[in-house]
């Protein structure tokens, strides 16, 4: 029977302490990039907040990891068929608060139920060691209070992702959003009151001084961040202090690499879309473009032929695919390459040399064409639909190429031969390398970065472990 829906009132914003709604005495709003509008008040969480939330989340990690791991799969269960009920409200208020198109606020909505499905199919690990005189046995058991610190690109995703890995390995979580994107998972946290015990899942939303209360906090095992390099290493630092287990999920610049063997009219539109996806917001898209020179020429023709048919647009226009930039600090931030590459004379295959404006932070999908290695637009993260190409002619050369940086998030190899591309594929220096395809993280399977891309990972069954302690019992004859 399926549970009744509780009402739940999705223009009243609240941080979630020990199960209870709670406001505070200084609110901030997003803004809907599409629009430029303000949204609704959201309350600015404090050092008294996080103090709360972390005795509410020490306490409920007594009881919570001791619960079955049965018990925990059928309460994770539970609340998918619950958050369920409020699919179609979840993805207005992902829409509004991301400016994303609704295909795509549908498609991160449903994620929450695909990744709840796929993590509690993961197994932790239990080795076993035996010898004349003892049994060794390794268990892995959880670590107690997890902070997840956001980003704004998937608000949805990228909270759940850390939630459901943390509370089905035992431990118990707070969840601080980007305070750009604060809604989402606000209200995924009020729903999941509805399922699990107080202080289990906590969410506290606020400013720039709230990531430092949790990343300090004493009682705090452990950081799960998403979000750029240079936070990454602030809050690596910051961890240091209690020696707190980091995840860091940081910044890339993932290459992509064409053979000459690909079928250029079906590839091409692929590779664009990799880098243009989300208006390029995507940690793990295609960053710079390597195609082989032989068909160069044809196929940044097909790309731009492609990019051209792309609708950048609001949330719910016609056939929009590509929405807003999320927020005016990365608007300003992505209108920062157009001015470079236009001020250095680069040629812009397609796109504009300046950046579209209208009442939201909308800019057209751009093609550099063969800029200098030493660009920004090639060595920088831009965050943004524009992205470089560069021809190639020596796979040694292109591989070198590729490596050279100080990320390794994902890569891509394109080519009709798949075991030439596969040996292309190990060779990068990458986390994740797709083969024939774009950037596309599973819930399957580990996701993690090289060099300052990160440091550990999350998804997949090896994903549990980092929210884990190795416990070893060694027990004599
Ligand atoms: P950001 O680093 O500015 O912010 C991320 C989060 O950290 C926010 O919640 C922010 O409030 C918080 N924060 C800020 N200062 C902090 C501090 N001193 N201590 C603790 N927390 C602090 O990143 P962003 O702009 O939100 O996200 C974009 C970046 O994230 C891009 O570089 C992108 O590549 C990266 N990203 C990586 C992944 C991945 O899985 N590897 C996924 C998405 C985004």
Known sequence: MSPSKVSVDFTKFYNIVDGQKRSAATQHQGINPGTQESLWDVPIGT?????????????AFKSWSATSIEKRTELINKFVEVFAQYTDEMIQLVQKETGK???FAA??????????????????????FEDAEKVVTTRYTPLGVVGAICPWNFPVLLAVGKVFAAIFTGNTIIVKPSPFTPYSALKIIEIAQQVFPAGVIQVIG???KLGPMLTTHPGIAKISFT?????GKKVMEAASKTLKRVTLELGGNDASIILPDVDIEKVAPQVALGAFVNSGQVCVATKRIYIHQD???????AMVKFTQSLKVGKTDDEGVLLGPIQNAMQYEKVKGYFEDSKKNGYKFAVGADTVATSEGYFVQPTIIDNPPADSRIHNEEPFGPIVPTQPWTDEEEVIARANNTNTGLGACVWGKDVAHAENIGRRLEAGSVFINS???PTPLAF???HKESGLGGEFGAAGLLPYCNAHVMHVYK
Do not use: N, R
């Not at 068909?295 to 023709?301: A, H, L, Q, R």
């Open 47 to 59: 050092q008294q907040d996080v103090d709360d939330a972390v005795a509410a989340a020490q306490k």
């Open 101 to 103: 198109p609704k295909q």
């Open 107 to 128: 498609q991160e909505v449903s994620g929450v139920g695909i990744w709840a499905a796929t993590t509690v199919t993961h197994k932790l690990p239990e080795e076993k």
């Open 206 to 208: 606020g400013d720039d």
């Open 227 to 231: 979000g750029s390099i240079a936070t």
């Open 295 to 301: 068909i160069y020429k044809p196929f940044v023709e």
């Open 438 to 440: 774009s950037e596309k």
């Open 447 to 449: 996701f993690s970065g």
